[in-house]
């Protein structure tokens, strides 16, 4: 009992000595905003208007109607602001709640040692002049040609060959439903000297345009001129849910894996330059076929030829169908295996949530489909139009990140050889991989490494004497909401060692896109996909990203010089 009443006294006396100690708290110097932006009423926290700056004034652009497209004109007097601003700082305002940018508004934000700093925000509706879908169409011979527009700039660029007389050339294009032009969609132009179109828009907005026929300057290598095609949000391909999980190129077409049930899979067709929808394909995965199941996939080899995939569980048949296009009623039972690979004894060991294709399925192909939860793939070859083998091969791979590749990695081989080198995507690593060992080259290097979370879609582009690979990425944190699309020039594989440090780094990681950030609150499933598709006599390049629950984003590359 003594001891315990010294020890008591002893801690009351650290206790009351350490009461008596002045702690200082040292309060920030600045009053600096670091992020801003605006949204309307309804919309949550949801990033959707991002600012201008000039010193201390802020200024912000709003659509004039929100969505763009709408009849709904945006209100300046219930706009919401939402700023981060330095440590233990105040502002003056109440952010977050609907605020009146009629006028401009000034404000302060004070710092916690009291260092005070008064900006300005200045906002204004201005309505949409962009211009879509360009065309001029001209008579050369006695038939009608036609030539799409590429915007570079202020500039419409429309390629042709010199000598040509554009002096009657019908100019079509389409504009925003509020806005209207100098020239009307359907007129004759004469293009034989470049001309300015203008487009005016509510809120007093104008752009000029200027329209140029000129000699297309091909380069010898790689992409130059690119442009964003266009973004389609999931209502208008009526996307339900988190249900899409994969797309696939085949000519003029773009199709889309809705995954359900057995049996209730739908692969929806629609053209991928405008976003039509055109009709359903014939799904094989159904009781009448003898072949009820899930499916998650259908992709394309590099002609267009299409394969369909059920999602095989540990013991369950495995039904590879192949179409020739996406009006084929009657595809053909490909492979029809078992997964029941003895050498797999981990949880799940399902496989067909994934598949890919490198090569030609009427030529020589390579043909994958990753074991989930394991770190194994099944491979199948095909020779000069050949299957080699109904069984597949099964390979497992060492040396990555990671204790297996998760539920939606992907498998994709350089070329169609058994012994090629491959590269894996998977939820810890984006990997070069040894064809003749499986065993992990070298980890990707990326730009950002530290916030991506995922990297598990993979597609191949052959365009104009280079190879691309494309990545698809997810940023931030574990909700997968947030993605982004990272292409890489691998016409010389030795580049997949390049450190994100180095100098010739820009010339292998050649094009990032923007990063798509879903509305959608809860985890999302991470099962984005990519496509690529080709037009103009493989002169550009069409690339498409799925990111599911939010849309599909497409981008165009073409081979020709900017200068």
């Not at 009992?1 to 206790?15: A, E, G, W």
């Not at 084929?328 to 067909?352: F, K």
């Not at 940023?475 to 982004?484: E, I, V």
Request: include cysteine; charge should be neutral; glycine fraction near 8%.
């Amino acid at each position: 009992m003594k001891k315990i009443t010294i020890y008591f006294l002893l801690l009351f006396c650290v206790v009351l000595h350490s009461c008596d100690k002045d702690v200082d708290v040292i309060r920030g110097q600045e009053a600096l905003i670091s992020d801003i932006f605006a949204n309307i009423e309804g919309s949550g926290p949801k990033r959707m208007f991002e600012p201008r700056y000039s010193n201390d004034t802020i200024y912000f652009d709003l659509p004039y109607y929100y969505p763009t497209d709408s009849d709904y004109e945006t209100d300046l007097q219930k706009i919401f602001l939402r700023a981060t601003v330095s440590s233990d700082a105040k502002i003056s305002v109440p952010f977050g709640q609907a605020m009146d940018l009629t006028k401009p508004l000034v404000f302060s934000v004070t710092s916690g040692s009291g260092i005070e700093k008064k900006y300005t925000i200045s906002a204004k509706k201005v309505g949409d002049v962009s211009i879509s879908e360009a065309r001029i169409t001209y008579m050369q011979g006695g038939e009608q040609q036609a030539i799409d527009g590429i915007l570079v700039n202020d500039e419409i660029r429309f390629f042709a060959l010199p000598g040509l007389d554009m002096s009657s050339s019908i100019f079509t294009f389409k504009l925003n439903k509020h806005a209207t032009s100098s020239i009307e969609s359907g007129a004759l132009i004469n293009l034989n000297t470049p001309t300015v179109f203008t487009v005016s828009a509510p809120g007093n907005t104008k752009k000029d345009y200027k329209l140029v026929v000129m000699e297309p300057i091909k380069l010898p290598y790689g992409f130059g001129i690119n442009r964003g095609l266009w973004l389609k949000e999931g209502s208008e391909w009526g996307f339900a849910g988190d249900a899409e999980s994969c797309i696939a190129v085949s000519g003029d077409y773009l199709i889309i894996t809705r995954s359900g049930t057995a049996g209730s899979t739908e692969y929806r067709i629609f053209n991928r330059f405008t976003g039509e929808f055109v009709s359903n394909m014939y799904m094989p995965f159904n009781q009448a076929s003898g072949a009820l199941s899930q499916s998650n996939q259908l992709v394309a080899d590099e002609k267009g030829n299409l394969l369909a995939i059920n999602r095989a569980p540990w013991g369950g048949n495995i039904r590879i169908y192949k179409y020739t296009d996406p009006f084929d009623t009657n595809p053909v039972l490909l492979i029809n295996a078992t997964n029941n690979n003895p050498l797999l004894t981990v949880e799940d060991r399902s496989t067909g949530r994934r598949l890919n294709i490198t090569g030609d399925l009427n030529g020589n192909a390579i043909i994958t489909s990753p074991v989930s939860r394991t770190k194994s793939f099944y491979r199948w070859e095909i020779k000069n139009g050949v299957l080699t083998s109904q069984t597949p091969t099964l390979v497992t791979m060492s040396g990555f990140t990671g204790s297996n590749i998760g539920y939606y990695p992907e498998v994709h081989y350089l070329n169609p050889t058994i012994t090629s080198n491959y590269l894996l995507g998977q939820q810890n690593d984006f990997s070069y991989m040894d064809g003749l060992t499986n065993n992990q080259l070298n980890a990707v290097s990326l730009q950002n490494r530290t916030n991506t979370t995922f990297m598990n879609a993979i597609a191949i582009g052959r365009f104009n004497n280079a190879i691309y690979t494309f990545l698809g990425r997810y940023f931030s944190n574990y909700t997968l909401r947030r993605m982004g699309l990272s292409m890489f020039d691998i016409t010389n594989p030795v580049m997949l060692s390049t450190a994100n440090s180095s100098s010739q780094y820009p010339t292998f990681n050649v094009f990032n896109s923007e990063t798509l950030i879903s509305p959608l609150s809860t985890t999302g499933p991470g099962t984005g996909d990519i496509a690529v598709g080709y037009s103009h006599g493989g002169d550009r390049m069409q690339v498409y990203m799925l990111h599911t629950g939010y849309g599909i984003w497409a981008h165009e590359f073409t081979v020709y010089s900017e200068k």
